[in-house]
């Protein structure tokens, strides 16, 4: 929260020192959890493997729920970027109002930090939405530029698609359609427990069922707001 000071001595004169603030950061994990209940049948029966695929839908619902807590918001971050006032920004009537100056100012918005990625995060259906509309009324072959098999691009800057963002619906005061700057240094997530997977087989057996349990202990903190803008509805 504080930086070092730069001075100009002349020759032979002392230089002066200078102090650096630090705020210290509490990370607080909290438990997120699922649980599928399969028959003993099905595990038996099916071609494919049932509890691989159980598996794999519990990790990506861990994903999606991080994701969700991040930009919306859950229990693990209140708000999320969307709600917290901390994040400056800028806002736009509506989807449809987006212009290509809304996304220009928001460039401008973020300060010249020295070290921080720069990026863009944008639900897909509103970047090959509304921002796509934008970009094929521009004079030149952005557009051409984008679809060309390679990542997203915007202004130079890499694009993200997120889709626990809103997306093209988006009509509610206050809902998140854009982000820029570093979410990896304005907000911290800790794990205090890895994705852990456990095959239950005893506590079903009076009905002959198998629980997959997934869980893991998690947190999201904002740490360094002032390197991240967004673009909200108003």
């Not at 509304?130 to 890499?158: C, H, K, T, W």
Request: overall charge negative; charged content about 15%; hydrophobic content about 40%.
């Amino acid at each position: 929260i504080g930086h070092a000071a730069i001075s100009y001595p002349s020759e032979e004169q002392a230089i002066g020192d200078s102090s650096m603030q630090f705020e210290q950061i509490t990370l607080t994990a909290k438990k997120m959890a699922g649980l599928v209940k399969i028959s003993s049948e099905l595990v038996e029966d099916s071609i494919v493997n049932i509890v691989d695929e159980v598996t794999r839908d519990l990790a990506f619902g861990m994903a999606q729920a991080e994701d969700v807590s991040l930009f919306t918001g859950s229990s693990l971050y209140s708000g999320g970027i969307q709600g917290d006032t901390n994040v400056v920004g800028n806002t736009v009537a509506g989807v449809s109002s987006i212009s290509l100056d809304d996304l220009t100012d928001l460039v401008a918005l973020l300060p010249n930090y020295g070290g921080i990625r720069r990026e863009w995060c944008f639900n897909r259906s509103l970047f090959y939405g509304q921002v796509r509309s934008i970009l094929n009324a521009a004079v030149g072959n952005a557009i051409g530029d984008i679809e060309a098999g390679q990542r997203p691009s915007l202004f130079g800057y890499p694009v993200n698609l997120v889709e626990a963002m809103p997306g093209a619906s988006a009509s509610t005061s206050g809902d998140l359609l854009a982000t820029f700057g570093d979410i990896g240094t304005s907000h911290y997530f800790c794990d205090r427990r890895n994705l852990s997977f456990r095959v239950l087989d005893q506590l079903y057996a009076n009905t002959d069922q198998i629980g997959i349990q997934c869980t893991q202990r998690v947190s999201i903190a904002p740490v360094n707001p002032e390197s991240l803008v967004k673009l909200t509805i108003v």
